[in-house]
């Protein structure tokens, strides 16, 4: 019976180093605050003004990107934690729009949906006058064609460019804004 | 595909153990499941139901059926992610001790199995992997066991990678047919 014990323990302490190699591939949560912007404020969309509708993402200033950036396997998903106002007496349906290259900077958000950026979040209804907040399991109801994008979330530089419906009137200040993107990869 | 083969090897070791007129341990347990490597999960709970045959010499074989549940994962600032559920059956080849005997009994255990993981927003997957660990059980009667058993499952993923979780169990196996 000893001999069975002295294998036991054998096994488990080689167990414990292949253990601690396998984790190096792993599956990390990137976070990249985008609002409110470097001086600290809120962000504003109108259909007569998108001078701040350009929301330009880099990833590679975080380091757990950095450590895994070189043998991403896959990207699992994207989320959001969105904080957003409607000032107009009527509901509009909120939208983000992902464009991978940073220079395309694109005037109004009818210019977006002609381009070809890709719609990642729809279909969230703000109510007039109102405010929500949507937190990282709330967003994924409302992502949209993960496939088309996921290249352009491996490079970890993107433009975001929030939208609404209807295109010709809306108003929708973002306090908040936060992107997540959950990878599979080996540091 | 997969689960045929499972159910058509669970099977066989059933009909072989029977035909040897040894024991068969019919055993539940539960505990933790735990994400190793796995930021967007948390520490859930997990529950399986087994069969224990004896084999040849000190190997045994368990077909088994898994059904756990990963916890929120919390990533400061963003709230939470609700954990993905992983129900996964298969078949453990255990080493050690003779099974259905008064004791300390110390084993080994290599499984294989598919694991079936589902989470709202992210594709549900079903997928082959396999999985190593040991325990130890502790023979209270001739025809019981208490069981406490530690599993590390690595199941294959998108991408060429691989999800991994630990087990965590304590359970009871009775043995009938002596």
Redesign the interface.
């Known amino acids: 019976?000893k001999r069975?014990?002295w294998?036991?323990a054998a096994?488990?302490a080689v167990?414990a180093a292949v253990?601690a190699g396998?984790?190096?591939?792993?599956?990390?949560?990137i976070?990249a605050?985008v609002a409110p912007d470097a001086a600290g404020e809120s962000i504003n969309i109108t259909n007569l003004d998108y001078s701040e509708g350009e929301l330009e993402v880099n990833l590679n200033n975080n380091a757990t990107f950095k450590d895994y950036k070189d043998d991403?396997?896959?990207i699992?998903?994207i989320?959001f934690?969105l904080e957003a106002r409607n000032n107009l007496f009527a509901p509009v349906t909120f939208q983000i729009f992902l464009e991978p290259d940073t220079a395309a900077n694109y005037a109004n958000t009818e210019d977006i949906v002609q381009s070809r950026a890709q719609v990642v979040l729809t279909e969230l209804i703000i109510p007039a006058r109102e405010s929500v907040v949507i937190?990282?399991?709330?967003s994924?109801?409302y992502?949209s064609g993960l496939d088309e994008f996921k290249g352009a979330l491996e490079t970890g530089v993107f433009s975001l460019y929030p939208a609404a419906v209807p295109r010709d009137a809306f108003n929708v200040t973002i306090d908040s804004l936060?992107v997540?993107v959950?990878l599979?990869?080996k540091k | 595909m997969k689960r045929l083969i499972l159910i058509t090897m669970a099977a066989s070791i059933l009909t072989a153990a029977a035909a040897t007129a040894a024991p068969i341990g019919l055993g539940v347990s539960g505990g933790a499941l735990l994400p190793a490597g796995q930021e967007d999960q948390g520490t859930g709970s997990l529950f399986a139901i087994k069969v224990r045959a004896h084999l040849a010499g000190r190997f045994a074989a368990e077909p088994n059926i898994h059904f756990g549940s990963f916890g929120d994962a919390d990533i400061a600032g963003v709230g939470n992610r609700k954990g993905s559920s992983l129900t996964h059956y298969g078949v453990d080849i255990t080493w050690g001790a003779p099974i259905a005997a008064v004791g300390f009994k110390p084993y080994l255990l290599l499984g294989g199995a598919v694991y079936n993981t589902k989470r709202d927003g992210d594709v549900t997957s079903n997928a082959s992997g396999w999985s190593f660990g040991g325990g130890v059980a502790v023979g209270v009667r001739s025809n019981l066991d208490v069981d406490l058993r530690g599993r590390f499952n690595i199941v294959s993923s998108e991408g060429s990678a691989s999800k991994k979780s630990v087990g965590l169990t304590i359970g009871v196996f009775y043995y009938v047919g002596r």
Do not use: P, S
């Open positions: 019976m069975i014990y294998i036991c096994v488990a167990t253990f396998c984790v190096l591939t792993g599956t990390v949560v976070t605050k991403i396997r896959t699992e998903n989320g934690y937190d990282w399991n709330e994924m109801q992502i936060v997540i959950t599979t990869g």
